[in-house]
């Protein structure tokens, strides 16, 4: 070691690399033949060689490995996003479907000029809303299923928020879809009832607040 160390400034890295590993295998190898039984020392090289061998096959396949999902990592991050209204549905399963866009489309357009605190587009809670509905299915289940679960999602402000009413939505989506947005609007009805009775006090209560209630109770019914 010490005999190969002296020449190490005059010689390259790979030189210098080369040298030691020349030095550490005639070493390593002659204290082999040295202390192996009679007739043994080729077995002894032998498996050492294949020992050694079969080390460096496993780190370079670890090492393409490592390279190969590096790899991997860089071509996920640098897939182009899927961006509708400044919220990313990359990885939706629903917002590749024309009935879900059709459906972002329309309450895009009857949100149109409402904006969130922050500034964002209305409809962007909508998309948001669509996408909690997903990410609460059976990862298992066939989309074509739900699909009407994430129109009504997008379109559940509608009637509520906007100027477009009920007959609107049956006929862009059908008698089915209206009828869901009806019952999830009836529930946000229910719910800032239920809010305004616990903020306000229920002694304040109107009779006219405790009919619309149980009128929203009965129809859901």
């Not at 080390?55 to 182009?80: C, D, I, P, V």
């Not at 309450?107 to 587009?121: D, I, L, V, Y």
């Not at 962007?124 to 298992?140: D, G």
Request: hydrophobic share 40%.
């Amino acid at each position: 070691g010490s005999h190969v160390m002296q020449y190490l400034p005059s010689l390259s890295m790979d030189a210098a690399r080369k040298a030691i590993t020349t030095t550490l295998e005639s070493t390593y190898s002659h204290n082999i033949i040295q202390a192996a039984p009679n007739g043994a020392s080729y077995i002894y090289i032998t498996f050492c060689a294949l020992s050694i061998a079969v080390g460096a096959l496993l780190y370079n396949l670890m090492s393409l490995m490592t390279e190969f999902w590096t790899l991997q990592g860089r071509k996920m991050s640098q897939q182009e996003r899927n961006i509708l209204y400044g919220v990313d549905v990359t990885n939706s399963r629903f917002f590749r479907d024309t009935r879900v866009l059709a459906a972002l489309e329309f309450a895009a357009e009857a949100h149109k000029g409402q904006r969130r605190k922050t500034g964002e587009p209305y409809v962007s809670h909508c998309i948001e809303t669509a996408l909690i509905v997903e990410h609460n299915l059976p990862p298992a289940v066939e989309p074509e299923r739900y699909i009407s679960s994430i129109i009504v999602a997008l379109l559940h402000d509608v009637i509520d928020d906007t100027h477009v009413d009920l007959s609107a939505i049956q006929r862009a989506f059908g008698a089915v879809v209206a009828r869901m947005v009806s019952n999830v609007s009836k529930l946000s009805q229910m719910n800032q009832l239920l809010r305004r009775g616990k903020r306000e006090g229920w002694a304040e209560y109107s009779p006219e607040h405790f009919r619309q209630l149980r009128k929203l109770i009965v129809d859901l019914a």
